[in-house]
């Protein structure tokens, strides 16, 4: 019984770490991606500082995108008399798109919500104002092989 309770916090440290990982890249993509088009806000910040934003908000923002996957895949799902359930082409479709605009929101969401808050702890990063499209657009890129790496 000691083998399952100590396996719990492990694997939830994994999935949390994989969060915090997605984050930074989708912070780095987006900005590195920004960056290439001359725009003064982007070449005004490391990269450096979209790394540590990444690495901040995965963590917090990770059990509000849990939670959003969870409810969508459960809605998804078309229920049978039987009380099984069958995935449609429409299911995966839907599923498909869905993840890939939780992917964009996930990018967005950590680098507004974790910049705010480290601008506000005295911490030179990216401002709340270019992180969230920084994440955005770098989830937006990374999206589909973040799904097709969940789905192995």
Request: charged share 10%.
């Amino acid at each position: 019984m000691q083998m399952q309770t100590a396996a719990a916090p492990a694997a939830l440290f994994l999935v949390i770490a994989f969060a915090t990982g997605v984050s930074t890249l989708f912070l780095i993509t987006g900005h590195a991606i920004l960056r290439l088009t001359d725009l003064a806000e982007y070449r005004e910040y490391s990269i450096r500082s979209s790394m540590l934003v990444g690495a901040v908000g995965g963590a917090i923002i990770f059990p509000i995108i849990l939670i959003i996957r969870l409810i969508a895949k459960d809605y998804l799902s078309v229920r049978h008399p039987e009380g099984d359930r069958q995935r449609t082409l429409g299911y995966w479709i839907t599923s498909l798109m869905l993840s890939l605009s939780i992917t964009t929101i996930h990018g967005a969401a950590a680098g507004g919500i974790e910049s705010n808050l480290l601008l506000t702890y005295g911490f030179n990063v990216i401002d709340p104002v270019h992180a969230p499209r920084a994440g955005a657009l770098g989830g937006f890129v990374l999206g589909p092989g973040v799904i097709i790496l969940a789905l192995m």
